[in-house]
């Protein structure tokens, strides 16, 4: 059993390593982080493990803030000295949330069900293996204004873009409003079938492309409703790909 841990404290994380190879013969530590942007790294460069061990406040952040760049697709079980953050951990997906210090029968508990979890799932067949690996994507987000919140649903939305630094959506009304996330995040939570990132400043709503045009080494100009002052060009290394999303073929 391949495991992650990502934990910023050094007694803590020793104290854990030693309990999981107690309770787990023959789990393997693959990797140890103590920061948001280093596990982003991981993640992102190499496959999922079978399990992760994740401390909440971490050296640079929150493992919820990890939780919004990358997706992790392996059972997480969350260890941390404060209990206000279950539910956002249950949110999460976790299969458990053991407060510091952890304890060995505590530990030993989890993996139980992790086991019973994997046993569920394996005697239910492929039928409901394949309905629960389908993707599912945001169908709104949240929006802040300084203190005021809305909902922005995700049908709304013709183009999210990068401006000074800034992410932002606009809708088919042509109003702007500011995203939590960035373009490589909504990329991630954005049907592909229907959004496509043209460029590193663009993604776009299929049904906003009000007109489209060849360019220089195979390049496509695209024309979006609502119209922008600079008009987004797909590069000649994503055209065949962009081709591809066009036709229903991604």
Known sequence: ??????????????????????????????????????????????????????????????????????????????????????????????????????????L?????????????????GDVLTQTFAQPEYKKRFIIRFGEHIKTLETDDIAYCYSENKATLARTYEGRNYPMDHNLDALQSMLDPKQFFRLNRQYIINIKAIADMKSYTKARVIVSLNPPVKELPVVSSERAAEF???LAGDK
Do not use: C
Request: hydrophobic fraction near 45%.
């Open 243 to 245: 081709k591809r999303w």
């Open 108 to 124: 030993k508990s989890a993996i139980a069900k992790l086991d019973d979890l994997k046993k569920i799932f394996s005697d239910k």
């Open 1 to 106: 059993m391949k495991v992650v841990v990502i934990e910023d404290e050094t007694p803590a994380y020793k104290r854990l390593a030693k309990l999981i190879d107690e309770t787990l013969p023959g789990a393997q530590i693959v990797a140890h982080h103590d920061s948001v942007d280093e596990a982003t790294a991981w993640f992102t460069a190499n496959a999922s493990p079978d399990i992760v061990f994740m401390d909440v406040h971490l050296a640079d952040g929150t493992a919820f803030d990890l939780l919004k760049r990358v997706k992790i697709d392996a059972p997480i079980i969350f260890t941390t000295a404060f209990d206000q953050y279950a539910i956002d951990a249950f949110k999460a997906s976790s299969i458990d949330y053991l407060m510091k210090p952890v304890k060995k029968e505590e």
